[in-house]
């Protein structure tokens, strides 16, 4: 009717299938007349995702509700066919062995079988839902391998292609089925987001006058709620079938003064998971932000800290770990909703959160006879799914994960997520830094520098732009940052508050205050050169005897050199 989503319908509707792909082959194949060549054959295209957010098994498939009727009338006879084929040979024999009542869709003479949500798959878990599973699993996985081939064997696209991402009504049961019916494509994707609350009418896209919220830090694995901790956080990446990993969304929205740590933490454990791109949400143009918004990612606090952030990810300044957990399991286990014993965190944004969870699930639930989900923090963790299982091996995390003395440290040695202080720690030979509340530990002692923060918190980081280990660098690149807000911002108070204003441009920064030490013999001459925001050089100096640098209070980035 033109006034809902066409949630679930690509997967099943034979008809809305040749539609899009019409839409694929009209967006692709018409030659650019400026460059003399089509879309498909532009390098630029890097890759092709099937369906944004969208999946039989995500909270959006709600039977009768947000798909109608007349298109679940498709899908139920595809059910029925289905059963007639893979179970009993009349629907009234499989009607019988599943007892418990009839659904909505239920017609035995009609040939059709009815469906239900994935959170009833999931608390009911007798015969029918099991067989609902299986069905949709199989469903979902014919039409993204069927996409992939029409878009590479008869498109003839030469880039990658994955299949859908976001979340599933249950992490831990139905997300594996899920990855596993996209698992035909070249990469499994994701999207994640991390904030404390954010109430108001139009709270999930705009922040206004009048609106409720709080500031929540990742690394402390806040809710916004008091005495409320959720360990699951986008970030932490499970991999599927030793496929490329994507999360091709990530951000950490305002408003939220904890912004600060996310460009190093999703490099650095990024990089410790092997994650293998890292896209970050959103740019709304070509230039900084002047204000902040929802969504915002062109500020100091995230865009600002990605040179250094980059430096570390794309060149690998951080170690990969060896997974401390590998996990072989059967598709017919999963399929009988048995679930893994970890999950993989998404986390909603706040434009899709409301109405999209069933009550009482989250996005990151798990058993408490599951794997530690702070495994992700100590190394890489993934999943390979076959028609028959395997030996899963697990490593020792007790000597990794001090759930008493709250800490995280990394299978490599280099880093260590401290949520009791609320402070990660990178330290590796040519990345060092923290971030997060600098303020509350005296003097932050790495392997080649000593951190001493003037500001309540924030980030330090400091990286070799020459390969070599900063203990010997002939270049490095020291990159500092506090927290922005709008001008006129206005939210007195702890807690849950009332914003009075959300105030506007320009953004501010809070004043940078603190110094940083470096143990190498050469320090005293060590040639530093302040850099105004865009980077050019305002004042050069040397370090001197005491072989240390006075951050500036409006200096975000430092050269220094032998």
């Known amino acids: 009717t033109g006034d809902k989503h066409p949630f679930a319908v690509p997967f099943f509707n034979t008809c809305f299938q040749r539609m899009q792909r019409s839409w ?52 139920e006879r595809l059910f029925a066919e289905w059963l007639r084929t893979h179970r009993e040979p009349t629907l009234a024999q499989t009607f019988a062995r599943w007892g418990g009542g009839a659904l909505r869709g239920d017609d035995a003479p009609g040939g059709r079988a009815g469906l239900m949500p994935p959170g009833d798959v999931v608390s009911r878990r007798d015969a029918r839902a099991r067989d609902t599973a299986e069905f949709l699993t199989e469903l979902q996985r014919h039409y993204y391998d069927d996409t992939y081939r029409y878009l590479k064997a008869e498109l003839g696209f030469k880039g990658s292609v994955t299949g859908s991402n976001w979340i599933t009504a249950d992490a831990r049961v139905l997300g594996p089925l899920d990855k596993w019916s996209n698992a035909g494509c070249d990469f499994i994707d994701r999207h ?154 998404h986390n909603l944004d706040q434009l899709r959160m409301e109405g999209a969870m069933p009550r009482g699930r989250g996005a990151g639930g798990m058993n408490s006879d599951g794997i530690d989900p702070l495994a992700f923090l100590a190394g890489r ?20 994960i001090d759930r008493r003395g709250r800490l995280v440290r990394s299978a490599t040695g280099e880093l260590a997520w401290d949520w009791g202080r609320g402070l990660a720690t990178v330290d590796a030979p040519q990345a060092q830094g923290a971030t997060g509340l600098l303020g509350q530990t005296k003097a932050i002692a790495l392997r080649d520098v000593t951190i001493m923060s003037g500001n309540d918190y924030g980030s330090v980081l400091l990286v070799a732009l020459d390969g070599q280990p ?46 940083v030490t470096f143990k190498r013999n050469d320090a005293a001459d060590l040639k530093v050169s302040a850099l105004d925001f865009n980077g050019y050089p305002v004042e050069t100096f040397r370090l001197g005897a005491a072989k240390e640098l006075v951050l500036r209070s409006r200096t975000l980035y430092y050269v220094l050199q032998r």
Do not use: C
């Open 24 to 75: 694929w082959r009209a967006a692709l194949t018409p030659r650019n007349p400026y460059t003399g060549r089509s879309l498909i054959d532009d390098p630029a295209l890097a890759f092709i995702e099937i369906v944004n957010e969208d999946s039989v098994f995500f909270p959006t498939f709600t039977p009768y509700d947000g798909v109608p009727a007349p298109q679940m009338q498709i899908l």
């Open 192 to 345: 994640g987001y991390f904030g404390g609350p954010h109430e108001g009418a139009t709270a999930s896209y705009q922040i206004s006058a009048g609106d409720t919220y709080d500031d929540a830090l990742a690394l402390r694995f806040e809710t916004g709620r008091p005495g409320k901790l959720s360990f699951a956080l986008p970030l932490m990446d499970l991999a599927y079938q030793g496929k490329p990993s994507v999360i091709s969304e990530l951000g950490w929205p305002a408003p939220n003064r904890y912004r600060t740590d996310l460009p190093v933490l999703a490099a650095a454990y990024g990089a410790l998971q092997g994650s293998d791109a890292i896209f970050f949400f959103a740019m709304e143009g070509s230039s900084w932000s002047d204000h902040l918004a929802n969504f915002t990612i062109a500020d100091p606090a995230l865009v600002g800290l990605f040179p250094a952030a980059a430096l570390l990810y794309r060149r690998g300044l951080v170690k990969t770990a060896e997974p401390v957990v590998h996990l072989e399991a059967d598709l017919a286990g999963l399929q009988a909703l048995k679930g893994l014993p970890i999950a993989a965190p």
């Open 381 to 400: 963790v993934e999943v390979n799914i076959t028609r028959g299982g395997g030996v899963s091996k697990t490593a020792d995390l007790s000597a990794l």
């Open 470 to 515: 900063l203990r010997s660098s002939a270049r490095m690149l020291l990159q500092v940052m506090t927290e922005d807000q709008n001008t006129g911002w206005s939210a007195p108070g702890q807690g849950l508050r009332r914003i009075l204003d959300p105030g506007g441009q320009p953004l501010v920064v809070k004043n940078i205050a603190g110094r």
